[in-house]
């Protein structure tokens, strides 16, 4: 921070006896916040990004600019982003724009945190701080490689191998519902990557659920085997999300603007 220890701590304590409590629990090891404090860090971040949604939205009225960041699941962002930001960034070069990369739970507390000005999630949330918007239904696949049995039901499964993402993934927590109803045993394999769980998949490792779009755009090879998935487990919405209670961006809006073109021509 390029100050003093003597000149932040004074700082802290003036702010403490402005608010009227202690922000900070003091330890040998360093300070962690208060429950007031966790309270007191969340209107710090709101104060900050409405700085610097103003200064945004006053240095180029007309034209886009500033800071802009959205996350996505890595199947958005490998199926379906590419060509909305493609188009974006061409169309207006004085935005700078950075992409998270999370699970769809992960996602919604950046949102919720002012860390990210929206995100790309799968399936409406109860939350009453999020404005959502429905864009587009996502079909889903159960993969295997091509020496694989049909899959009828999970016990048709030559190997009681799933792989999955993280934890906080739709795909995932689907796969598992289905698990559970059919009553098999299965062994889980996390990955991090859609393309490193797909290539497992075609070396026979185990079976995954994904989307059918994404599916179909990596299996140049014709090395997958798609089979049907049940009605209640078949599909996903992608839903964009963003804070509500702040103003949107002229930037964040057009954005938006060219997310849904894109969306409704793949």
């Not at 700085?51 to 699941?73: F, K, M, W, Y």
């Not at 049940?230 to 964040?252: C, G, K, Q, S, W």
Request: hydrophobic fraction near 40%; charge should be neutral; proline fraction near 3%.
């Amino acid at each position: 921070m390029n100050y003093v220890q003597s000149n932040v701590t004074s700082r802290l304590a003036k702010l403490e006896k402005e608010v009227g409590t202690s922000l900070f629990i003091r330890t040998n090891r360093g300070v962690l916040l208060t429950t007031a404090g966790e309270r007191f860090l969340e209107y710090a971040d709101k104060m900050l990004q409405l700085h610097r949604e103003v200064v945004d939205s006053l240095s180029n009225c007309d034209t886009p600019s500033g800071q802009l960041a959205i996350g996505a699941t890595d199947i958005t962002t490998a199926a379906r982003l590419p060509a909305v930001l493609t188009a974006f960034l061409e169309s207006f070069p004085l935005v700078e724009f950075s992409l998270v990369n999370g699970s769809s739970e992960d996602l919604v507390q950046e949102v919720l945190k002012f860390n990210i000005d929206g995100a790309f999630i799968t399936d409406t949330i109860d939350q009453p701080k999020i404005a959502q918007e429905r864009l587009i239904k996502e079909e889903l696949v159960l993969i295997s490689n091509q020496e694989h049995p049909q899959v009828h039901t999970l016990k048709d499964l030559k190997k009681n191998t799933i792989l999955v993402f993280k934890h906080g993934c739709t795909y995932r927590r689907k796969l598992e519902s289905w698990v559970q109803e059919e009553g098999v045993s299965v062994r889980k394999v996390e990955f991090g990557t859609i393309e490193g769980m797909i290539g497992c998949v075609k070396a026979g490792l185990g079976v995954a659920l994904v989307s059918k779009l994404i599916a179909q755009q990596l299996n140049t090879d014709n090395k997958l085997k798609f089979h049907s998935v049940p009605e209640e487990y078949r599909f996903v919405t992608t839903v964009f999300i963003r804070r509500h209670d702040i103003p949107m961006t002229n930037a964040l809006q057009k954005f938006i603007e060219i997310t849904k073109q894109r969306f409704l021509e793949s």
